[in-house]
């Protein structure tokens, strides 16, 4: 089997290296391999093999890669932020092979047709890259079939369990506050209601990411001799040659630096805050940043590491009249028992049953002010296909259950998909150990909008939550803090609340309150992307529509940073869009090469 974490010696060169053995770099790697049997290809892997790992390959077990010690994300802590009541951002970014689709929550989430039109890059439009969403499934979801894959190596199902009883339940609160269940919101038209929700997990509960997908099976398969994965190792830079990619550099733990050729080609596919680390490290951004790095400018690209983006999101708490079974309380707690043949079943589910895509009404928007309603009417009054918010209801305590009363509990996370501010990430230095400039931008934007599409997603879940007979009131710590008196304060209740209820009465005391909250405590959606987009340089591109970079020949960049926009869903469907739509592109692209007779 060709992975290793210390490469032999004997490999000195190959065709293709790939830096970064994430989602997309997974798909990359065994769709070549396929392709082209004497094709050496080369992947480096920063963190460690995922191979049947417990933690990763079920599902339930998520947050447990967030725990501190973990061995499978790395952590990026931002510059403190006067938008963020002067705190640093915590960012997580996988860091195994498998990349975020070994350690994600598995939420199986596409974004909208209008999402991937607006990027208005040949290729890359939504029927354009349909045929690569439906390549890489097999759904066993509801919908129209032939907007889905039968026959592709990642399986869509519901996992091992559903809570059906809650997913009804939601369903009567939701319609009560005027949402609709729709079928499909996968289809890349429907908006504005909620599904009952698909995951990344097989009907046997294992977690489906791209390196047991795709991966394992060709380096066990015995027909993939020149594929090689290397694991617990660090791309440093690519090798440039007269502005030609020829190799990289890379340092295992423990070990030297080392270096590898690359006869044909190098993709660097490590996400959105190590891409443009190595084409920085490399030489590759804007020279004056890299001056201040002490990086010798070679190619000029000043889109590197530029605009920053991500969903911004929190979870909020409730309690609940839950069962144990219907809930991962027990897991999250520690408490589960894994002896328990009854409860094994929960090993193989996230929890989360049900995703929704949500829009205001034009009074909710009248009431967020006219500086919102001049951006809602620009980018959303008339795109129906785009949504405000997206939301996942979660069977749990959507976060650590450090220091409450052992329960049940069920949490809304909601996150506003499409943000106004823009942030950046850059090196500080020419090594993999120098600290990264990261900037954010969560809140930064000038009208102060982004905090506006969240203090409305706060108010609308609450009135689903209230409405649902499960609930018995808020965790107060997860809310803001309302005046004592305030019509919008937390409460317990011993019952559930009538469906009919009136929706809480908001003061502009109230709304300042959800306002500050929400700077204290607004986290990341793990949904980082854009900072090697793909667009002319006139535009801070950084790649063109093949994927190429910029001013460099036979170097491409393959993963959520070429996002030339953001999406109304959670990122890794895309992610695995990508990886198809690049390795397709790529294997013509070598195979033109080769009948030409170059190298």
Same mark, same amino acid.
């Given at each position: 089997?060709?992975?290793?974490?210390?490469?032999?010696?004997?490999?000195?060169?190959?065709?293709?290296?790939?830096?970064?053995?994430?989602?997309?770099?997974?798909?990359?790697?065994?769709?070549?391999?396929?392709?082209?049997?004497?094709?050496?290809?080369?992947?480096?892997?920063?963190?460690?093999?995922?191979? &049947?790992?417990?933690?990763? /390959?079920?599902?339930? $077990? !998520?947050? %447990?890669?967030? @725990?501190? +010690?973990?061995?499978?994300?790395?952590?990026?802590?931002?510059?403190?932020?006067?938008?963020?009541?002067?705190?640093?951002?915590?960012?997580?970014?996988?860091?195994?092979?498998?990349?975020?689709?070994?350690?994600?929550?598995?939420?199986?989430?596409?974004?909208?047709?209008?999402?991937?039109?607006?990027?208005?890059?040949?290729?890359?439009?939504?029927?354009?890259?349909?045929?690569?969403?439906?390549?890489?499934?097999?759904?066993?979801?509801?919908?129209?079939?032939?907007?889905?894959?039968?026959?592709?190596?990642?399986?869509?199902?519901?996992?091992? &369990?559903?809570?059906?009883? /809650?997913?009804?339940? $939601? !369903?009567? %609160?939701?319609? @009560?506050? +005027?949402?609709?269940?729709?079928?499909?919101?996968?289809?890349?038209?429907?908006?504005?209601?909620?599904?009952?929700?698909?995951?990344?997990?097989?009907?046997?509960?294992?977690?489906?990411?791209?390196?047991?997908?795709?991966?394992?099976?060709?380096?066990?398969?015995?027909?993939?001799?020149?594929?090689?994965?290397?694991?617990?190792?660090?791309?440093?830079?690519?090798?440039?040659?007269?502005?030609?990619?020829?190799?990289?550099?890379?340092?295992?733990?423990?070990?030297?630096?080392?270096?590898?050729?690359?006869?044909?080609?190098?993709?660097?596919?490590?996400?959105?805050?190590?891409?443009?680390?190595?084409?920085?490290?490399?030489?590759?951004?804007?020279?004056?940043?890299?001056?201040?790095?002490?990086?010798?400018?070679?190619?000029?690209?000043?889109?590197?590491?530029?605009?920053?983006?991500?969903?911004?999101?929190?979870?909020?708490?409730?309690?609940?009249?839950?069962?144990?079974?219907?809930?991962?309380?027990?897991?999250?707690?520690?408490?589960?028992?894994?002896?328990?043949?009854?409860?094994?079943?929960?090993?193989?589910?996230?929890?989360?049953?049900?995703?929704?895509?949500?829009?205001?009404?034009?009074?909710?928007?009248?009431?967020?002010?006219?500086?919102?309603?001049?951006?809602?009417?620009?980018?959303?009054?008339?795109?129906?296909?785009?949504?405000?918010?997206?939301?996942?209801?979660?069977?749990?305590?959507?976060?650590?259950?450090?220091?409450?009363?052992?329960?049940?509990?069920?949490?809304?996370?909601?996150?506003?998909?499409?943000?106004?501010?823009?942030?950046?990430?850059?090196?500080?230095?020419?090594?993999?150990?120098?600290?990264?400039?990261?900037?954010?931008?969560?809140?930064?934007?000038?009208?102060?909008?982004?905090?506006?599409?969240?203090?409305?997603?706060?108010?609308?879940?609450?009135?689903?939550?209230?409405?649902?007979?499960?609930?018995?009131?808020?965790?107060?710590?997860?809310?803001?803090?309302?005046?004592?008196?305030?019509?919008?304060?937390?409460?317990?209740?011993?019952?559930?609340?009538?469906?009919?209820?009136?929706?809480?009465?908001?003061?502009?005391?109230?709304?300042?309150?959800?306002?500050?909250?929400?700077?204290?405590?607004?986290?990341?959606?793990?949904?980082?992307?854009?900072?090697?987009?793909?667009?002319?340089?006139?535009?801070?591109?950084?790649?063109?529509?093949?994927?190429?970079?910029?001013?460099?020949?036979?170097?491409?960049?393959?993963?959520?940073?070429?996002?030339?926009?953001?999406?109304?869903?959670?990122?890794?469907?895309?992610?695995?869009?990508?990886?198809?739509?690049?390795?397709?592109?790529?294997?013509?692209?070598?195979?033109?090469?080769?009948?030409?007779?170059?190298?």
């Amino acid at each position: 089997m060709g992975l290793y974490t210390e490469l032999p010696d004997t490999i000195q060169e190959v065709d293709v290296i790939i830096a970064g053995g994430g989602t997309a770099g997974c798909i990359i790697a065994s769709r070549l391999a396929d392709a082209d049997p004497d094709l050496s290809i080369l992947v480096i892997e920063g963190g460690p093999n995922n191979r &049947n790992e417990p933690l990763i /390959v079920h599902p339930a $077990f !998520f947050f %447990a890669n967030l @725990a501190p +010690g973990t061995k499978t994300v790395d952590f990026y802590a931002s510059n403190k932020s006067e938008f963020l009541a002067n705190r640093e951002l915590v960012v997580p970014a996988a860091s195994v092979l498998g990349g975020g689709s070994s350690v994600n929550f598995s939420v199986y989430s596409r974004a909208q047709r209008t999402d991937f039109d607006s990027w208005s890059t040949p290729g890359w439009s939504a029927d354009e890259l349909l045929p690569y969403m439906r390549k890489f499934e097999t759904y066993y979801g509801p919908g129209a079939k032939e907007l889905h894959g039968a026959e592709g190596p990642v399986i869509i199902s519901s996992g091992t &369990n559903r809570a059906t009883r /809650v997913e009804d339940d $939601f !369903f009567t %609160a939701l319609k @009560a506050v +005027g949402y609709p269940e729709i079928e499909d919101l996968g289809d890349l038209d429907s908006c504005n209601g909620a599904q009952r929700a698909v995951r990344f997990v097989a009907p046997d509960g294992m977690r489906q990411d791209t390196a047991h997908s795709y991966l394992h099976p060709r380096l066990e398969d015995g027909k993939h001799p020149n594929l090689h994965v290397v694991v617990e190792a660090k791309v440093e830079r690519v090798i440039l040659d007269d502005k030609r990619a020829t190799g990289v550099v890379y340092k295992s733990t423990g070990s030297e630096a080392r270096s590898i050729k690359a006869r044909k080609m190098v993709v660097v596919s490590s996400g959105a805050f190590g891409s443009p680390a190595i084409l920085e490290r490399s030489g590759i951004g804007n020279p004056q940043i890299l001056k201040r790095a002490g990086v010798e400018p070679i190619v000029e690209n000043a889109g590197v590491g530029h605009g920053y983006e991500d969903h911004q999101l929190i979870g909020y708490p409730y309690k609940s009249n839950l069962n144990p079974d219907e809930t991962h309380d027990a897991i999250n707690g520690g408490r589960f028992d894994m002896e328990n043949t009854e409860t094994r079943k929960l090993l193989g589910w996230n929890a989360a049953d049900i995703t929704c895509k949500l829009r205001p009404t034009e009074s909710d928007v009248a009431a967020l002010g006219p500086e919102f309603q001049e951006v809602w009417e620009k980018e959303w009054k008339h795109n129906e296909n785009k949504p405000l918010v997206v939301m996942v209801a979660y069977n749990a305590f959507p976060g650590v259950p450090i220091g409450l009363p052992v329960a049940q509990y069920f949490g809304h996370n909601i996150f506003s998909p499409y943000p106004s501010s823009r942030g950046h990430v850059h090196i500080t230095g020419p090594s993999l150990n120098d600290k990264l400039d990261f900037e954010s931008g969560f809140f930064g934007d000038a009208g102060g909008n982004d905090v506006k599409k969240c203090r409305w997603a706060y108010k609308v879940q609450r009135e689903i939550a209230r409405r649902r007979s499960v609930y018995r009131g808020e965790v107060a710590q997860g809310h803001p803090p309302f005046a004592t008196g305030s019509k919008a304060a937390c409460i317990d209740t011993a019952e559930a609340l009538p469906v009919t209820i009136p929706n809480i009465e908001y003061t502009p005391e109230d709304d300042a309150t959800i306002d500050q909250w929400l700077r204290e405590n607004i986290v990341t959606t793990w949904h980082s992307l854009g900072t090697c987009k793909m667009g002319g340089p006139d535009k801070l591109g950084v790649v063109d529509p093949s994927l190429s970079v910029h001013g460099v020949k036979a170097l491409k960049v393959a993963d959520l940073s070429i996002a030339p926009g953001n999406i109304g869903a959670h990122t890794a469907n895309t992610a695995y869009v990508i990886g198809e739509k690049a390795a397709d592109m790529i294997i013509r692209e070598l195979s033109v090469a080769n009948s030409l007779g170059q190298t």
